[in-house]
């Protein structure tokens, strides 16, 4: 069985252990030492092996909740994995890359001699025979969503803000001269004379409140930038080709380490900074969530709404069905 038929039936999420195993005599092996892996080092891991079309033994599949896969210790393995460069080049990030080469270089390559093979052994999914059938039968492509987490966090705070947003905007309305300003801005005349009709977006909120002055520019500039980067952190992609970025595949790139996030989360930083101060150490290191929530308290002044205090992480029946 390949590596690529292996994929589809391990469960990466659980991460895998490494072993190192050496044969004393026919028949008798001696586990030498043995490291763990986590998700994003077993997926490289195994992309690395299937690239590079590595020779391996599998054992304990069939009627079994794991795999162990014995990847014989050769020259080309150790001429493959000897380098840091190359072991990065075969993974998704380079800290990772690195992480993987590291623990490769303690298993093999640190030693007076070599083990005579490496033993991997990961956790499959908990299936039928005919949902194995079934399942197999179907294309997977593997999403790291866990790299996604900061771009979450950002998606989650605008939205929140927007909703105070546009609440504020709304509440405006009460007020005549407000009310005439909307109109203008959501149903503008036409050169026909008659009135064309805009639907209100984020931005639309942001401007009406500001150039009618129902919050100050500065909060009004902060949350602009809160809503650039929410679009970034929904938004951006990169598309990298066999050779680019460091690996030997084709992939899609959807992470926090994306430039322009980062520099729209800094500008929204950097503007918040300006505007409430420097957040004190005791507070702890996540600025992005101190400066956002300093901004909601601002913007709670016009809205009247209470703070959200959650007690644990609570999920309805529905979500866990979704999410688990």
Known sequence: MSIDALKKKINIELGASLSTVEIKRLGVQNLIETRELDAKALRDLLDALSALSCTIEVKGYYGSDK???????TEGLLKRFGHPLITVNFS?????????????FDLVGSKDSVPHFIRLEANLFDLTDQELETQEKLSLHSMDLKTFDKRAQVIAASTYIEAMVTIVSKKSLQKSEFKASWRERVKPMRENGKRGRITPKFATHIDHIEENGILSSNICDAINKLRLARNVSAHNYKVFKGGEGGAPFDYIEVTHLDEEFISASRDF????????????????NNKFQRYSELLAGEISKSTNLESVLVLGVR???????IFG
């Open 67 to 73: 795999v162990k896969i014995d990847i014989p210790v």
């Open 92 to 104: 998704r990030d380079q800290d990772t890359g690195m992480d993987l080469f590291r623990l490769l």
């Open 269 to 284: 930083v950097e503007v918040c900074k300006g505007i409430f101060g420097a957040i004190p150490k005791a507070f702890g």
């Open 315 to 321: 999920h309805s029946d529905e979500v866990e069905e």
